[in-house]
């Protein structure tokens, strides 16, 4: 059976496109795609969920992290790839907790969402005074 092992770990270790499949170089990155992947999914939702402390610790982690994907031997443009796109994503969703928190946004949201139900409350009023 250990032998039967080696024999199959030689087959794909010999090309070098299933041994770049099989190694930390490609899954490393892969695993760690659902990091950009929930943070880009994130953008449509309501920036009051978005955590200011754990957006600015991602930010930090991806920056530093894509200066260490090129500074191993070999560089590993995969994890660039990934921790790019999660320090771009992780800094938009940084901007979108500073404008809601910090710079007024929450104000005009509120003022938004109280214009709605005013609006709301006018038209449920003339539908029961038309069907009246």
């Given amino acids: 059976m250990a032998a039967a092992l080696k024999a199959l770990n030689a087959k794909i270790r010999s090309n070098k496109y299933t041994d770049y ?51 191993v031997t070999p560089a590993n443009y995969l994890l660039f790839g990934c921790h790019a796109i999660n320090c771009s994503s992780q800094i938009v969703q940084g901007y979108r907790y500073l404008t809601y928190w910090n710079w007024g946004g929450r104000e005009l949201a509120m003022k938004a969402k109280e214009a709605a139900g005013d609006a709301a409350t006018k038209v449920e009023a003339t539908a029961k005074s038309v069907t009246k």
Avoid at 33 to 62: C, H, N, Q, R, W
Wanted: with cysteine.
């Fill in 21 to 71: 499949f099989c190694s930390t170089h490609f899954w490393g990155p892969a695993s760690n795609f659902g990091i950009p992947l929930a943070a880009i999914a994130d953008m449509s939702k309501d920036p009051e969920i978005i955590s200011g402390p754990m957006t600015g610790a991602l930010s930090v982690y991806s920056a530093v992290f894509m200066r260490y994907s090129l500074a």
